[in-house]
């Protein structure tokens, strides 16, 4: 990477000139006795005083002469400054500024050359290793920018000190590159092995100990690539993969890698597309009291039909929403649907809305959803908004604000998923909740495991005693809808009372609920039922609805 620094003194050739001219001019002056003839006409003269004119020129001369060679040295010393910033400005612009790594230009120009010289050549030269440090954001948490930075330079110290290197850089934040001639490792895979283990041996920041993850994707160059540049994209496209399963390996990259890529830009297109056109739309599942069976309001869960006729679940677009930056409108709009929608329904029930993760970092969210309550001209008291633990986490401060701006507006507050995070009871002491979902996880199996069945107790007793309402997630069968009754859980909602349903279904059950009933079942014909899973128990009493036209939603 060192750059040729050129020589500022005179060049040896010009010397030798100016000496040869000179010893020339003295020959030919020597011999035709210039000395003489120039005494002889200075004396033919005398009456001019040519002794002393030729004397002021010669020491006219000398002071030139001696003028002009500073100033030649001068102006060397400028040019080579100027050499030395243009050299700077040159490497600046291809190299990182914090670790000194090779950069992303200096990569291209790399690229460059390897394409030339792989040209025609059939057997993979180069290994592509892309790197993406996991858990980086945490370390600049914990230890400030700071330490983020002292932890890059101690990465970029390792990676330098891997035998074989061709090139080492760093292409942005906690992404580096590593480009290894294939002939001097034993093989592909183990190097990249040697990458994760140096990336994320431990080191010391501040005195404390810290460490972090790596996903590497690998490609080889000529292979996996037509181009330099392509082969290192799959290289990035097999790093990706390694995040998606779970991070913190090395993975090779294959074709199929490709289509994956692609599926997902197609999904995203797809999706951006649905949340712009209202595409998605709020399906309403029962929650009723266990003690009575009488409804007691809905949750909403946004359903989405793609162009294709497939039926995407939220566990796949609602995270996508999230990373794509869709989620303020995708649940703006759906909020606003479900406001629509929930006030043509008896004013007694109430609507349950979910909160992504990453909506409550968002400083405005309480005044948004209060706006959209206005605008849909639905009261806050008959909301309650469903928040998981995770979304406590990020930035507790935020979620505070939000929380109490939504609870002053009359909101009601439910947590989401207990026990299936961080259960933790300091959540329950900090926020005022007036509601604890339990996840469906532990009702699933709590008849037949003595564990959980005490673990839902402890959280009914412990609801109880902080006056804060249970309710139980994903009631299939009336057996399990017997346990949480004797347990003392207060509310539930599953495919045993029914599935998540088009408003138009949710209207006709609120006008025909029979809140004297034992438990209200419905079975509305849902496209989103996934027909793999369980059984769900048959309703022991007729149905209520079998009679009801079939929807077309
Ligand atoms: P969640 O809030 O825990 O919602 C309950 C999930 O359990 C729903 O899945 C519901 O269909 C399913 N479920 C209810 N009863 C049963 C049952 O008896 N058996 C089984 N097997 N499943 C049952 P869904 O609709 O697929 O939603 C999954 C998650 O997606 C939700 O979990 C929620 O976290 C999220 N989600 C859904 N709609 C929205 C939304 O509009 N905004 C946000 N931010 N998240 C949403
Ligand atoms: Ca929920």
């Known amino acids: 990477m060192g750059e040729n620094r050129s020589s500022t003194k005179p060049p040896i050739v010009e010397v030798a000139i100016f000496v040869t001219l000179a010893v020339l001019a003295w020959y030919i002056l020597a011999s035709v006795e210039a000395f003489e003839m120039l005494v002889e006409f200075v004396e033919q003269y005398e009456e001019y005083d040519l002794d002393e004119v030729i004397l002021a020129l010669m020491c006219m001369s000398t002071s030139g002469f001696v003028y002009a060679w500073r100033r030649r040295a001068e102006s060397l010393r400028e040019l080579e400054k100027r050499r030395l910033a243009e050299e700077r400005i040159t490497w600046l612009a291809r190299h990182d500024l914090l670790t000194e790594l090779p950069n992303r230009r200096y990569l291209r120009e790399f690229a460059d050359k390897a394409d030339a010289s792989a040209h025609n050549r059939a057997i993979p030269t180069y290994a592509i290793y892309m790197l993406d440090l996991d858990g980086f954001k945490q370390i600049n948490d914990l230890h400030g920018h700071v330490g983020g930075d002292e932890l890059l330079n101690n990465v970029a110290k390792r990676l330098k000190g891997l035998a074989a290197t061709e090139m080492v850089g760093r292409l942005g934040g906690d992404e580096f590159i590593v480009i290894v ?222 929380l109490m701006d939504l609870q002053n507006a009359g909101v009601r507050l439910s947590l989401d998923d207990f026990g299936s995070g961080y259960s933790s009871l300091a959540h329950l002491a900090h926020y005022k909740f007036d509601r604890i979902k339990i996840d469906q996880a532990f009702i699933e199996s709590f008849e037949d495991d003595k564990k959980r069945n005490q673990i839902i107790r402890a959280i009914v007793a412990l609801g109880n005693g902080l006056e804060i309402a249970t309710s139980a997630e994903g009631i299939e069968h009336r057996s399990q809808l017997e346990g949480l009754r004797d347990i003392g859980c207060h509310q539930g909602q599953g495919h045993l009372f029914g599935e998540a349903m088009p408003a138009t279904d949710a209207l006709v059950l609120t006008q025909t609920r029979c809140p004297e009933r034992d438990v209200t079942i419905i079975k509305p014909i849902n496209p989103y039922r996934d027909e793999t899973r369980n059984q769900v128990d048959n309703p022991i009493k007729p149905e209520p609805y079998a009679e009801k036209p079939k929807q077309t939603g």
């Open 181 to 402: 001639d294939i002939g001097c490792i034993p093989d592909v895979m183990s190097f990249g092995e040697t990458i994760l283990n140096a990336v994320t041996r431990p080191m010391r920041l501040d005195s404390m100990h810290a460490q972090v993850g790596c996903s590497i994707g690998v490609a080889c160059f000529p292979g996996d690539g037509d181009t330099f540049i392509l082969a290192s994209d799959n290289a990035d496209t097999a790093m990706y993969a390694v995040k998606k399963s779970g991070r913190n390996g090395v993975m090779r990259f294959d074709k199929k890698m490709q289509n994956t890529l692609f599926e997902r830009a197609k999904l995203e297109s797809d999706l951006t597309e649905a949340v712009h056109n209202h595409n998605i739309i709020p399906f309403y599942q029962p929650i009723v009291s266990l003690a009575d069976g009488s409804l007691l309001g809905f949750e909403a869960l946004a359903r989405w039909t793609n162009k294709d006729g497939t039926q995407i679940p939220p566990s796949t677009f609602i995270p996508l929403a999230d990373e794509l930056g869709l989620i303020t409108e995708l649940s703006e709009n759906m909020l606003y649907q479900a406001c629509r929608d929930a006030k043509e329904w008896p004013k007694d029930l109430m609507l349950s809305f979910n909160l992504s993760v990453t909506q409550l970092s968002d400083k405005v969210l309480g005044l948004r959803i209060v706006r959209a309550l206005g605008h849909a001209g639905f009261p806050a008291s008959r909301l309650e908004i469903d928040v998981t633990e995770s979304g406590l986490i990020n930035e507790p401060e935020t979620a505070k604000q939000i």
